[in-house]
């Protein structure tokens, strides 16, 4: 595996994670072998190297009494991949997992840690469905955890990436996890959120000051992923709005517009179309993160 590109300014320490993968998962992971990037004293990111589709990142913040995970994996492998980074930090169990999102089976990579108290927004634990991790801790719009010394304040930023996104920012370092709400190298998905809410949480995370940025999507990098996220979806809303008032459907405007310099995000393609439905639906005066009707 070539050795993970850390953001400039950050600590470069590398945890190699082969020997605590298993062979099955391994074979899965193929060219995605994760690796975690050392950002402060005792705190990490968890990244997939980017090679298309949507490569996932993740926070694990040691402390001395243990270990608090930001955003649980999936599928089961790639759960099973988070948890042996945690072993290999050899920092103690995991106390507290913080759910930032729930979509697809991220519910499921809770279940990785056995034990642990899972915190999610109050909609996460009404939404979660039958086998997955509930929550035992929610929250409406904030909440500070600690981690030792460190603190870890939680904040609600839906509907975005979907209806319950939660950050996790650490004001003592400068470090913002923003899970599904801000991506990098990689196009935002709002199909299960908020076009127009996604670039109001944008907003209010740009507002934090923070010096670097774990995305959900994509590697660790700096203030410029909010720059790129609100780019992008202020495009998905220029096409919406040109292809709404000519009356073609979702998939015909995406078909006509031109992605420029977006092209270049992966999974941009099949993330077009669901983005332009739910900019339809904001169009239509629909209430922000209401579920979509599959028949549209």
């Not at 070539?2 to 945890?15: I, K, L, Q, Y």
């Not at 990244?47 to 955003?71: H, L």
């Not at 909010?226 to 998905?236: H, K, S, V």
């Not at 709005?241 to 270049?264: H, I, M, V, Y």
Request: negative net charge; proline residues 7%.
């Amino acid at each position: 595996m070539p050795e993970p590109e850390p953001r400039r300014g950050a600590r470069s320490t590398v945890v190699p994670l082969l020997p605590r993968v298993a062979a099955s998962d391994r074979a899965e992971a193929g060219d995605r072998l994760p690796y975690l990037t050392g950002l402060a004293d005792g705190v990490f990111a968890y990244t997939e190297p980017n090679r298309g589709g949507t490569p996932y990142s993740a926070g694990v913040v040691a402390g001395p009494d243990g270990v608090t995970v930001i955003g649980a994996a999936v599928p089961e492998a790639r759960a099973r991949m988070l948890a042996g980074a945690v072993e290999a930090l050899d920092a103690g169990p995991v106390r507290t997992v913080v759910s930032t999102h729930d979509c697809g089976g991220h519910p499921f990579g809770s279940a990785a840690f056995p034990g642990a108290a899972v915190i999610a927004h109050t909609l996460a634990r009404a939404g979660r469905d039958t086998g997955a991790a509930l929550p035992s801790v929610t929250f409406d719009d904030r909440l500070t955890v600690h981690c030792g010394e460190r603190r870890i304040e939680l904040l609600y930023c839906g509907p975005a990436h979907t209806a319950h996104d939660v950050a996790a920012w650490l004001p003592g370092d400068g470090l913002l996890f923003a899970g599904g709400v801000v991506s990098h190298g990689t196009a935002p998905s709002a199909v299960l959120g908020s076009v127009e809410g996604m670039l109001r949480a944008v907003g209010t995370l740009r507002g934090l000051g923070a010096r670097t940025v774990v995305c959900g999507h994509g590697r660790v990098c700096g203030p410029e992923a909010f720059d790129e996220t609100e780019a992008y979806l202020r495009w998905i809303q220029s096409v919406a709005l040109k292809g709404w008032s000519q009356e073609l459907t979702p998939l015909q405007a995406a078909r006509a517009a031109d992605p420029g310099d977006f092209r270049r995000l992966s999974a941009g393609p099949e993330r077009t179309v669901g983005n332009l439905r739910r900019a339809y639906a904001e169009l239509d005066g629909e209430v922000l993160g209401e579920p979509l009707d599959a028949r549209r």
